[in-house]
């Protein structure tokens, strides 16, 4: 799962690396008007709201930070992405989780583990709508797996196997 993980933010930190300062920061919109930077600094603040909460075992994504430097400053992002990597080697343990639903709040019990997948799966998620900004704008190369999830590369694998 680590190894997953820090190749999928390498690949990210890669290609955003390609980009120049206004293709990075400026709205686009095939994106609805928002940035590659911003889905960037989400991917980067869900994990970094996670770690923040290991400590103390309570976390909120809702109440994460934001911080705008990360949606416009290339290296700062890449640097954050290279700390990531570098903090989620850690034991599973429980956490808490809690969600502003609108008409409630609810707290839902976690663990470590189950939330660096769905951060993942966030983050791949996020690389796909990087990968359809990228596009739009730039000849930037990028892995022909960038954006995608790895259960959906296993689909395909197998869909050419079965023909």
């Known amino acids: ?12 930190s890669h290609v955003i690396g390609q980009l120049n300062s206004s293709e990075f920061s400026s709205p686009l919109s095939v994106l609805s008007n928002s ?18 909460g290991y400590e103390g075992g309570e976390f909120s994504y809702d109440n994460r930070e934001r911080n705008l430097l990360l949606e416009t400053n290339i290296e700062f992002a890449q640097t954050h992405l290279k700390l990531i990597c570098m903090e989620i080697k ?12 609108g008409e409630s709040i609810i707290q839902v019990e976690t663990n470590f583990y189950r939330e660096l997948v769905f951060n993942l799966e966030h983050c791949i998620h996020h690389n796909a709508l990087i990968r359809i900004g990228v596009n739009d704008i730039s000849d930037v190369a990028m892995s022909e797996h960038f954006g995608v999830a790895p259960s959906t590369l296993e689909y ?7 023909v």
């Open 156 to 162: 395909r694998k197998s869909c050419v196997f079965s």
């Open 35 to 52: 940035s590659i930077g911003q889905h960037t600094r989400h991917s980067i603040e869900m994990f970094q709201c996670l770690l923040k």
């Open 90 to 101: 850690l034991p599973n343990k429980s956490l808490n989780s809690t969600y502003n639903l």
């Open 1 to 12: 799962m680590h190894a997953t993980i820090e190749h999928t933010l390498s690949e990210l």
